[in-house]
């Protein structure tokens, strides 16, 4: 069983950053596609970024295209998620997310089946 653990949310203020990551408890991680997703009280949960298990190819919602940008090191078993120019509507419950995804389909959460608890980031304007 794979177990997500994020860590690296907080409270940033408008323009400011932050790196969120995922790690794991199993080397299986290394090869799994791993996933970004966010989440709002009231929504339901959105696609953010993704990165094939090599590292290889990547993936981005467009509200983040040019700000956030998903890393791994598979020598750590995990995957980072570098946030800047954070904006208010940032502001979410940020859940990594890892399974054997298909390339195309990377941004479509049921295809998961495995996910961290989740991180609080809020951005103040």
């Known amino acids: 069983q794979v177990q997500l653990v994020e860590s690296g949310g907080g409270l940033v203020q408008a323009g400011g950053s932050l790196r969120l990551s995922c790690s794991t408890n199993?080397?299986?991680?290394?090869?799994?596609?791993a996933g970004w997703f966010r989440q709002t009280p009231g929504n339901e949960r959105e696609f953010v970024a993704a990165?094939?298990?090599?590292?290889?190819?990547?993936a981005y919602a467009d509200s983040v295209k040019g700000r956030f940008t998903i890393s791994r090191d598979n020598a750590k078993s995990t995957v980072y998620l570098q946030m800047n120019s954070l904006k208010p509507e940032d502001t979410a419950v940020y859940y990594c997310?890892?399974?054997?995804?298909?390339?195309?389909?990377?941004?479509?959460?049921?295809?998961?089946?495995?996910w961290g608890q989740g991180t609080q980031v809020t951005v103040s304007s």
């Open positions: 199993t080397r299986a991680m290394n090869r799994y596609d």
């Open positions: 990165i094939t298990w090599s590292g290889n190819d990547t």
């Open positions: 997310a890892a399974d054997w995804v298909s390339q195309g389909y990377l941004r479509y959460a049921d295809l998961y089946g495995h």
